[in-house]
């Protein structure tokens, strides 16, 4: 059904090229599909030319001026420009040099066919930018338009299938630098402004046009024989000493890794991007003035193989998207997914290439598996490709299943292809549509060429449908032999359906191990060549990693799985253990949280160890009971405290430490970490730096009654002003006073409240913390509520990580009803929304049958 929807849309838009649509499209909020195809269909050869005078002070207005020149098919109706402002941020319209009256309808300026002519026009517009997606800052501000926000701050044609150029000239206070697609041209200094005049940039989709301006430092560096501009704030200067050069390194890897992959040369005019102190995403890929976390970017001596490695990945991710999503377009929003997996699944390949096959394939299943398990579990699981009436609702399509199923997907795909015929493919897709716009459709039917798989069922399951199959194993012995060895899977909700999938199974024994290959083609397939061999000491499943699902969790393979030699069978194991833990099969949360104890001083691997200890915390915190936790708490801090001095490796006592900073309840550990914080002494072999030191001050507010006390110590020793505003801002949400605690949640109705959207999720997970939620459970039907404000007005991942920093440690039934209220009232809600409820508060649905 969706398959055909999408073709439908594809044969829709040719048809409206051919003969443009006669009957009037309506006006309405957003940018609906009808008008969308309607647009691509009369207008094209867009060029826009945007001036934006930038004053001193935020609370400034941002004149701005345009003209938008384009070629128009059919001036059969009223032409819609979108526009998400008042009618009074609109002083002057001309068209092709007649003045006409300022009409703006439903965040539509509205031009009548009379002014308009069949070919060329150009339409001239003085306006005041709106400041929602201008991210403005005391000195320095950035533009973030994604999915359908240009639409906010300048009047434009707000959807992806209508590329455009865009020159640019922006007036900002002396001092400021800036970046943009384009190169800077010129620019001329006066008193107290510089204007800057950029060239023309490649042809863009609106959501892809940004600029960023502000105090920033700049670097420049040859990446090759292409110069690239680096803007960032961090004033640590071994950060900085540390940081700048691996960064300049990671994009030319990633540059050259992708020129040879995809055969095409880096497709843009320039290479440049800017560290933003926390920037809502980890990236966004604006060719030419990509942005990122600066958290990300800026590390220290003491960062651990995975920062360093997720730093890597992230600009490989971004870097990717200049050729998927950027050069190669996809024709609307439904289709945002394709631009990210293949975005994560280069990445992927990259980082693989830089740290080895074994790094690669642990690392995969590790980012991958459980964040996409994390929604396909939950009774609002949603499809990769999913169905979109109205860009104002994109942000919606966006999550874990786009970002992490999907490249799961993706990985079956190359293996059921082969990687040069899937190699093959993507060279003739790229090539086909470069600078232009493509479907999830057109794809398929290029890769078809290239495999004598049936890519349109297998598409079916994978990408049409949500949800994980479900493993079940069948063994009989006799003789102390196996006689029959079979592996079924069903859905774990939803009709029945098969996912064609492979993966390993290992038999192991005392003196070796036995891998099988199961191609698993159907609901149920045999291992023939498992018959006849002798009973194994245990069984792993899923051995290699690739598969994916509920597999089953061999009790004696969790009890040995410390003595496996090869770290992804172990990190295999964690994970299937804790999601059949999470179905109530096999473990109980207390037995399992044993079980991963046992490890802590065991397992080597230093991402196989975050892993563990992050399992560790949320059953801790969310499936046991407070008694139960209590009486758990001294093993667990002595288990984590010895595991760290035993430990040799640094990176390793980090992890280390960190988790017990996150489990800690006893006043012994309060009292040692509150010397350690006082004193800046850490541990023997830990490094901290002042990031640190303030998430630790951060922890012992949180659990002391002197929060006010530290919090201000810390504040004082913060030397930059972007980290020290972030903890002025989340002191009131660790505050002792009740009534202080009350006033900043209320006061996060105000959107103004709620613009550092870093912030207020991190402010959430102190405000709810299981040790506040007596106090804090009030605030959740008013959290629920605002839900659709904040998809309206926030960026695109700020619905669902406010819910699951809101709901994420609730356990207890009064809150589960607060959900099931809550939605049984509102029957007709967003439907997008209502999944994100429903996945975000799937650990609190379990957590009700689980806690005992």
């Known amino acids: 059904m969706r398959l055909r929807f999408l073709l439908l849309i594809t044969c829709v838009c040719t048809t409206a090229f051919a003969q443009p649509n006669t009957q009037p499209v309506p006006v309405e909020p957003g940018v609906s599909l009808r008008l969308a195809i309607y647009r691509h269909a009369v207008i094209s050869n867009i060029q826009y030319t945007l001036n934006f005078d930038i004053p001193p002070v935020k609370s400034g207005d941002i004149a701005g001026l345009e003209s938008i020149a384009f070629l128009l098919k ?45 070919g060329n026009n150009k339409i001239d517009i003085q306006f005041m930018a709106g400041n929602g997606a201008l991210n403005r800052n005391d000195d320095y501000l950035y533009t973030l338009f994604v999915p359908d926000r240009a639409r906010t701050v300048f009047p434009c044609f707000d959807q992806p299938d209508l590329k455009a150029n865009f020159l640019l000239t922006l007036t900002v206070p002396s001092g400021w630098k800036v970046l943009a697609n384009g190169s800077v041209k010129d620019s001329v200094a006066q008193s107290t402004q510089t204007t800057y ?34 803007l960032y704030r961090e004033t640590d200067t071994a950060k900085i000493r540390l940081s700048v050069g691996p960064v300049f390194k990671a994009h030319q890897d990633a540059i050259e890794f992708l020129q040879q992959w995809t055969g095409i040369p880096y497709p843009f005019q320039k290479v440049g991007f800017v560290a933003i102190p926390d920037f809502q995403f980890g990236g966004m890929e604006h060719p030419g003035a990509v942005q990122y976390k600066a958290s990300s970017l800026f590390l220290d001596n003491g960062a651990t193989k995975d920062m360093i490695i997720s730093r890597s990945n992230l600009l490989s991710h971004e870097t990717a998207h200049m050729w998927f999503g950027d050069m190669v377009t996809m024709l609307w929003f439904n289709d945002v997914w394709m631009k990210e997996v293949f ?132 063994i009989t012995y006799s003789g102390g032999k196996i006689s029959r060895f079979a592996i079924s899977q069903h859905p774990e909700f939803g009709g029945p359906r098969t996912w064609p999938q492979t993966f390993a199974v290992t038999l192991v024994y005392p003196d070796h191990n036995k891998d099988i290959t199961v191609n698993m083609n159907s609901s149920q397939v045999e291992l023939k060549q498992a018959a006849g061999l002798a009973k194994p000491s245990y069984i792993i499943y899923n051995s290699n990693g690739i598969g994916y699902g509920q597999f089953p969790a ?76 209590s009486a758990l708490a001294p093993k667990l801090e002595s288990s984590l405290w010895e595991a760290m001095q035993q430990n040799t490796l640094p990176n390793n006592k980090k992890i280390l430490f960190n988790s017990y900073q996150h489990i800690y309840l006893s006043r012994d550990a309060n009292s040692r970490l509150y010397v350690i914080w006082q004193q800046q002494k850490p541990p023997a072999g830990v490094k901290l730096n002042e990031d640190d ?64 959207e870093a912030w207020v999720t991190a402010a959430m997970v102190y405000l709810h913390h299981p040790l506040r939620q007596q106090t804090s459970e009030k605030y959740l ?17 700020f619905p669902q990580t406010w819910l699951q920093t809101i709901f994420g440690n609730y356990q207890g039934k009064q809150a589960a009803d607060i959900v099931r209220n809550f939605l049984n009232i509102h029957k007709n809600y967003n439907p997008k929304l209502r999944a994100k409820i429903l996945q975000s508060t799937d650990n609190l649905f379990r957590a009700e049958r689980l806690v005992e």
Do not use: C
């Open 693 to 756: 030191y303030t998430s630790l001050a951060l922890t012992i507010a949180l659990k002391t009654d002197t929060p006010t006390s530290i919090l201000k110590q810390q504040e004082n020793r913060i030397t930059n002003a972007d980290r020290k505003r972030r903890l002025e801002f989340l002191m009131p949400a660790l505050s002792l006073n009740v009534q202080e605690r009350d006033a900043f949640f209320n006061s996060l109705a105000d959107k103004n409240n709620r613009r550092k």
């Open 781 to 797: 039907a008013k959290s629920l509520d605002l839900v659709e404000e904040i998809q309206t007005t926030g960026d695109i991942f």
């Open 74 to 118: 059919s001036k059969d109706q009223s032409l819609q420009i979108d526009f998400k402002q008042p009618a009074s941020q609109v002083s002057s319209i001309q068209v092709n040099g007649k003045s006409v009256p300022v009409r703006l309808v439903s965040d539509h300026i509205i031009i009548e066919p009379g002014v308009l002519l069949t």
């Open 197 to 230: 005049h950029f060239t023309n940039s490649d042809k863009l989709s609106t959501y892809l046009f940004a600029f960023e301006a502000g105090k920033f430092t700049s670097v420049t560096q040859l990446l090759g024989n292409r110069s690239a501009q680096f």
């Open 554 to 629: 061999d009790k004696d393979a969790v009890a040995h799985i410390f003595t496996v030699a090869n770290p992804l069978q172990r990190a295999s194991v964690y994970i299937s253990a804790y999601e059949n833990m999470l179905s109530a099969r096999y473990f109980k949360p207390a037995e399992l949280l044993n079980a991963f104890m046992a490890g802590l001083a065991v397992e080597k691997e230093e991402t196989n160890l975050r892993l563990l200890t992050g399992y560790i915390g949320t059953i801790y915190w969310e499936f046991v009971s407070p008694a139960t936790r």
């Open 343 to 474: 975005a994560n699944f280069m990445a992927d390949k990259i980082t693989g290439k830089l740290m080895g096959r074994e790094t690669f394939d642990l690392k995969f299943l590790q980012d991958h598996y459980p964040a996409a398990y994390g929604v396909d579990r939950t009774q609002g699981a949603n499809p990769i490709r999913q169905d979109l009436d109205n860009l104002q609702d994109a942000g919606s399509m966006y999550g874990n299943i786009i970002y992490h199923k999907a490249p799961i997907m993706m990985q079956q795909l190359e293996l059921l292809m082969g990687k040069e015929k899937f190699q093959l493919g993507m060279r003739e897709y790229l090539k086909k549509y470069a600078y232009s716009n493509a479907t999830w459709p057109d794809l398929i039917a290029i890769l078809s060429k290239h495999t004598t798989a049936n890519l349109y069922a297998w598409n079916k399951v994978w990408v049409n449908q949500p949800g994980r199959p479900v493993f079940d194993a069948e």
